[in-house]
């Protein structure tokens, strides 16, 4: 992760998956692209699935 902060992506640590829902439902309006790691992804998984309207690009790291 330190990689993405040093190219200057802003970067979220969530460390289980209630914090994981807290940091996407709180995520700006401008935000484009969400990487990611496998866990997150399942612990968003039924969030992203029923969230209508607009939301970010997701994209998950391989394990």
């Not at 640590?13 to 692209?33: C, E, M, N, Q, T």
């Amino acid at each position: 992760m330190t990689g993405l902060a040093l190219a200057g992506a802003v970067v979220l640590v969530a460390d289980d998956a209630p914090a994981v829902r807290r940091v996407w439902h709180s995520l700006p309006d401008g935000v484009d692209l969400v990487i990611l790691t496998p866990a997150a992804a399942e612990a968003l998984e039924s969030d992203t699935a029923t969230s209508g309207g607009r939301r970010p690009l997701t994209a998950v790291m391989p394990p």
